[in-house]
C-alpha cells in the first residue's frame, strides 16, 4: 500500500486536460512535508498544474525512493518505478490530466528518481528536474525512448552528494555529459553568471537537441546539500524548474 498527496489548482474544473508535476521528497523525508518546504502550491494555481508529493516506502528504518529496475545488487526491494507507474494511471483515471505533459523533479534520493523515472518510464514524462542529487546507474541502466530535456541544480559544496562525484556517485559534469550527448547536442553551453545574495550562481544552457531539446544546469558556487532558497531574476527553484521543463510535451519542445 502506497501513498501519496496530490494539489489540485484553484482554476481545475475537470473539463481541460492540464499538466502533471511529480516532486520526490529526499532521504528519509515525507511527501507533505516535502509539499510545504518547497512552497509550489501557488505556482501550481498559477499556472494551472496538478502537484503531487508522493511518499517513499521504508528501508532500514528510512524512507526512501529506488531509482533502478529490481535484481543485481540493488540494495532496494521497492518497486518505485512500478509504484510511479501505477500511480500515474491511477492519476489520469481519475483526473483530466494531459499525459503528454506529465514531469518529475525532486530533490538529493528525490533527484536521483527524476533520473530514475527519465530512465526506466521515459514512455510516460516529457521532462525532469533534479536538485543536489545524480543518476545512479550508469549508462547501461539508462534507456529513455524520446530526446529529454532535464534541468539539474547542484552547490560546490554538497557534502552528501558532490558535484564533483564520489564512490557510486557520478559527478554532476558526467551526469551533464550523459544527457546532452543523448538528446544529440554537440554545441558548446552557454553560461550565465547571476548574484543570489552572496553567492554566484552559474546557468549553463545547452540547446540544439534532437526535437528541440535542451539541458541545463545551475551551480550554486558554494551551495550544500539542499533544496535551494533561490532568487534568480526574480524566479525560485520551483520557477526555475516549471519554467523549463513545461515549455516540453513527450513529442519534446511544444510549438508555440
Request: aromatic share 12%; with cysteine.
Given at each position: 500500500?502506497?501513498?501519496?498527496?496530490?494539489?489540485?489548482?484553484?482554476?481545475?474544473?475537470?473539463?481541460?486536460?492540464?499538466?502533471?508535476?511529480?516532486?520526490?521528497?529526499?532521504?528519509?523525508?515525507?511527501?507533505?512535508?516535502?509539499?510545504?518546504?518547497?512552497?509550489?502550491?501557488?505556482?501550481?494555481?498559477?499556472?494551472?498544474?496538478?502537484?503531487?508529493?508522493?511518499?517513499?516506502?521504508?528501508?532500514?528504518?528510512?524512507?526512501?525512493?529506488?531509482?533502478?529496475?529490481?535484481?543485481?545488487?540493488?540494495?532496494?526491494?521497492?518497486?518505485d518505478l512500478g509504484f510511479i507507474d501505477a500511480l500515474l494511471d491511477t492519476l489520469i483515471d481519475t483526473l483530466n490530466v494531459?499525459?503528454?505533459?506529465?514531469?518529475?523533479?525532486?530533490?538529493?534520493?528525490?533527484?536521483?528518481?527524476?533520473?530514475?523515472?527519465?530512465?526506466?518510464?521515459?514512455?510516460?514524462?516529457?521532462?525532469?528536474?533534479?536538485?543536489?542529487?545524480?543518476?545512479?546507474?550508469?549508462?547501461?541502466?539508462?534507456?529513455?525512448?524520446?530526446?529529454?530535456?532535464?534541468?539539474?541544480?547542484?552547490?560546490?559544496?554538497?557534502?552528501?552528494?558532490?558535484?564533483?562525484?564520489?564512490?557510486?556517485?557520478?559527478?554532476?559534469?558526467?551526469?551533464?555529459?550523459?544527457?546532452?550527448?543523448?538528446?544529440?547536442?554537440?554545441?558548446?553551453?552557454?553560461?550565465?553568471?547571476?548574484?543570489?545574495?552572496?553567492?554566484?550562481?552559474?546557468?549553463?544552457?545547452?540547446?540544439?537537441?534532437?526535437?528541440?531539446?535542451?539541458?541545463?544546469?545551475?551551480?550554486?558556487?558554494?551551495?550544500?546539500?539542499?533544496?535551494?532558497?533561490?532568487?534568480?531574476?526574480?524566479a525560485d527553484t520551483g520557477r526555475l524548474i516549471w519554467d523549463f521543463v513545461s515549455q516540453y510535451d513527450l513529442s519534446v519542445?511544444?510549438?508555440?
Amino acid at each position: 500500500t502506497r501513498i501519496y498527496t496530490v494539489y489540485v489548482p484553484t482554476s481545475y474544473d475537470g473539463a481541460t486536460a492540464v499538466p502533471l508535476f511529480i516532486n520526490f521528497h529526499g532521504n528519509g523525508g515525507t511527501g507533505d512535508d516535502f509539499l510545504h518546504e518547497t512552497a509550489m502550491t501557488s505556482l501550481a494555481d498559477a499556472e494551472g498544474f496538478l502537484l503531487v508529493y508522493p511518499q517513499g516506502s521504508m528501508l532500514d528504518g528510512t524512507s526512501h525512493w529506488n531509482p533502478l529496475p529490481l535484481g543485481g545488487d540493488n540494495k532496494s526491494s521497492a518497486d518505485d518505478l512500478g509504484f510511479i507507474d501505477a500511480l500515474l494511471d491511477t492519476l489520469i483515471d481519475t483526473l483530466n490530466v494531459d499525459a503528454d505533459r506529465v514531469y518529475a523533479a525532486g530533490y538529493s534520493n528525490g533527484g536521483f528518481m527524476a533520473y530514475g523515472v527519465a530512465c526506466g518510464l521515459s514512455d510516460r514524462f516529457a521532462a525532469i528536474g533534479a536538485v543536489s542529487g545524480t543518476q545512479l546507474g550508469g549508462s547501461e541502466s539508462c534507456a529513455p525512448t524520446h530526446p529529454t530535456p532535464v534541468i539539474s541544480l547542484h552547490g560546490t559544496d554538497d557534502f552528501v552528494v558532490p558535484y564533483a562525484g564520489g564512490p557510486g556517485y557520478p559527478s554532476s559534469d558526467e551526469v551533464l555529459d550523459y544527457w546532452t550527448d543523448f538528446n544529440g547536442i554537440t554545441g558548446d553551453g552557454i553560461t550565465t553568471t547571476f548574484e543570489d545574495g552572496n553567492r554566484m550562481v552559474e546557468r549553463t544552457l545547452y540547446e540544439g537537441g534532437q526535437s528541440g531539446s535542451a539541458v541545463v544546469r545551475y551551480t550554486i558556487n558554494g551551495g550544500d546539500h539542499v533544496w535551494f532558497n533561490l532568487s534568480i531574476e526574480g524566479a525560485d527553484t520551483g520557477r526555475l524548474i516549471w519554467d523549463f521543463v513545461s515549455q516540453y510535451d513527450l513529442s519534446v519542445l511544444m510549438q508555440p
